[in-house]
C-alpha cells in the first residue's frame, strides 16, 4: 500500500467518521429528543396518578388512607374487647333475671291454678 493510498484510507475513514457522527447528531437532535419529550408528556399523567395513590397507601402521620384504615381497625378490636367484657359480665346476669321471672310466674301459676283476670 501506497502513502497516497494510506491517506485517501485516512481521509475517508474520517469523512465516513464525520458522517456517523453527524448522522447520530441528527438523530439525537430530531429523533430522539422529540420522541423522549412525547414519552415524558404521555407518562407524566400516569406518574402522578400513581404517586397519589401511593401517598394514599404509604402511612404518613395519619393523612393517608392506610393510616385510617389501621385506625379503625385499632377501633373495632376496642370496641370488640369492650362487647366480649361486657356479655361476659351481662349475659349471665340477664339469664339470672329471666330465670328469676320464669320462677315467679311459675310460682305463681302454681299458687293460683285457673285464675283469670276480667
Avoid: C
Avoid at 481521509?11 to 458522517?19: D, E, F, S, V, W
Avoid at 394514599?56 to 389501621?70: L, Q, R, Y
Amino acid at each position: 500500500m501506497t502513502v497516497r493510498e494510506l491517506t485517501d484510507l485516512l481521509i475517508y475513514a474520517g469523512t465516513l467518521a464525520g458522517a456517523l457522527a453527524a448522522i447520530g447528531i441528527f438523530l439525537r437532535v430530531a429523533v430522539v429528543r422529540p420522541l423522549k419529550s412525547w414519552i415524558h408528556e404521555q407518562i407524566a399523567p400516569q406518574t402522578q396518578k400513581i404517586e397519589k395513590i401511593h401517598d394514599e397507601v404509604t402511612p404518613n402521620s395519619g393523612h393517608s388512607i392506610k393510616d385510617n384504615v389501621t385506625s379503625m381497625n385499632e377501633e373495632i378490636r376496642g370496641l370488640r374487647a369492650a362487647l366480649d367484657a361486657h356479655m361476659i359480665e351481662e349475659v349471665p346476669r340477664a339469664w339470672r333475671t329471666i330465670d328469676s321471672v320464669r320462677a315467679r310466674l311459675d310460682d305463681h301459676l302454681r299458687n293460683h291454678p285457673g285464675e283469670t283476670r276480667t
